[in-house]
């Protein structure tokens, strides 16, 4: 055991200083080489930013061979993504080889994402190690200056030994994604879990995180950490979105939106953490009044998924016990041909196409986001990029993306009766003659999406890192 301890310590130290040589050569290249590293590459809000993050780089390296550097000390950059797992039937587009835009390589597919259907943490920061490992080993060939790593921070101390700066983003806290922790067998597991991400986040050259608010919970949870993390927006891609506006006439070409009332549209997975009740029951309380708006319901569900189905089962049956006329557009009822019933109070819509999102942000009065303590929250950005004004709870992210200025929507507590008075508000406006306020905030969500949420933004902050 001594033997085997000497030798593992004379391996780490001796790459170690190999490493901090090879740095020393490669400071004096014109090539940059970044690794990004993140568990499985599908189609979730982290994945749309480690993507962007990379997708940044590259185009700002295409950009240089187009045309003469400046000077000197102008760099090009070469991008590569290491993930345990990469579906081609379940991923963003720029990571398919046949796009030729990044470069992904995948190890450890092999290894389990869960043991028995539960135990995911852990094999998730095995899964992260073993990774890491290989791209030590890879960097001996590649040596690599800068490395980006997301999510799990077990991997960071293993990733420091190839003498790479390390990048950290930090999407939330995971131990306080945990908050089921009743029994103590639960609290046995986790323990150690949390103890490592403590120990282990603080290993970076740099934190990131996606929001204000973000960066405080992190001090707050992580206070032994001198540095403040910095803050990195997650971005939209304000010119994708403007083109499918522009298409919006050939999509779905038999959908009417109502006339001369209000439409208020909710968009989130049906998920009872998203609190959608709370427009409902605004609504509730809106038609009750004798005022009448229309309120769409649209969001991701699964049918294997079994929180979906409860939830989605809870709110219908909340619509049709306050005897509201609704409308249901299930999954595969989603074809070109769909129309909207323009006598509902409420419409359901299971897992729009990101063709109808569009379609349906443009149409609406404005985008209803009721989740609370969001993170950073992508929904209501894309939203004020298509010119939709927002009405959101007024904590998390939306503070600021939204603000409380009241230029680009309207924040408000997490009760029906303040998203009641958001919905009267946006009556009120949408009855005036020439609509003159509306489309104010309108065209200042659109400025404030471009200017701080754009692709160009983030990459250029992210360059500034």
């Not at 939330?172 to 103590?184: E, M, V």
């Not at 639960?186 to 934190?207: G, M, V």
């Not at 009872?272 to 969001?299: M, T």
């Not at 005036?432 to 404030?448: D, G, H, M, T, V």
């Amino acid at each position: 055991f001594i033997n085997s301890f000497i030798f593992l310590i004379s391996f780490v130290l001796t790459f170690y200083l190999i490493q901090k040589i090879r740095i020393k050569t490669i400071k004096k290249s014109k090539k940059v080489e970044i690794a990004f590293i993140h568990l499985d590459l599908g189609v979730g809000g982290a994945e749309r930013l480690v993507v962007d993050a990379a997708s940044a780089i590259q185009s700002q390296s295409q950009s240089q061979s187009t045309t003469k550097r400046s000077n000197d000390n102008d760099k090009s950059y070469e991008v590569t993504i290491f993930t345990t797992h990469h579906d081609h039937n379940h991923c963003f587009p720029e990571t398919l080889p046949q796009n030729n835009s990044l470069k992904v390589k995948v190890y450890g597919d092999f290894l389990p994402r869960y043991i028995f259907g539960s135990c995911q943490a852990i094999c998730g920061i095995i899964r992260m190690i073993y990774l890491s490992f290989i791209i030590l080993l890879n960097s001996i060939v590649t040596p690599y200056q800068v490395i980006f790593c997301d999510g799990i921070s077990a991997s960071i101390p293993i990733l420091r030994l190839s003498g790479a700066k390390i990048l950290f983003y930090c999407h939330f806290p995971d131990l306080l994604l945990t908050t089921t922790r009743k029994s103590l067998l639960k609290r046995i597991y986790r323990w150690p879990l949390d103890k490592i991400e403590e120990l282990t986040t603080n290993c970076a050259h740099k934190i990131l995180v996606n929001s204000l608010f973000t960066q405080n919970i992190f001090a707050q949870t992580f206070n032994f950490i001198g540095t403040k993390p910095q803050i990195l927006y997650p971005c939209v891609d304000v010119e994708y979105l403007k083109n499918l506006q522009d298409k919006c006439q050939h999509f779905f070409k038999k959908i009417q939106f109502i006339k001369n009332q209000p439409i208020f549209l909710s968009l989130n997975r049906f998920d009872s953490k998203k609190n959608i009740e709370i427009a409902i029951d605004a609504l509730i309380r809106f038609n009750e009044s004798g005022k009448l708006c229309q309120l769409i319901v649209a969001g991701g569900y699964d049918p294997n998924e079994p929180e979906n189905k409860r939830y989605f089962n809870l709110l219908s049956k909340k619509a049709i016990d306050a005897k509201l006329k609704i409308q249901m557009i299930k999954k595969q009822d989603l074809t070109n041909d769909i129309e909207l019933d323009q006598q509902s109070n409420i419409i359901f819509i299971q897992s729009p196409t990101e063709q109808l999102k569009v379609k349906l942000i443009i149409n609406s009065t404005a985008l209803v986001y009721t989740p609370t303590a969001e993170h950073f929250g992508i929904v209501p950005v894309e939203s004020m990029a298509l010119g939709t004004p927002v009405i959101a709870v007024n904590n998390g992210g939306p503070i600021e993306s939204v603000t409380t200025t009241g230029k680009y929507g309207i924040l408000c507590d997490a009760t029906n009766q303040s998203f009641y008075e958001a919905f009267n508000h946006f009556y009120n406006l949408y009855n005036e003659p020439k609509q003159i306020k509306l489309k104010q905030l309108s065209e200042n969500a659109k400025q404030r999406a471009n200017e701080l949420f754009s692709k160009i933004a983030f990459k250029n902050n992210l360059l500034n890192i």
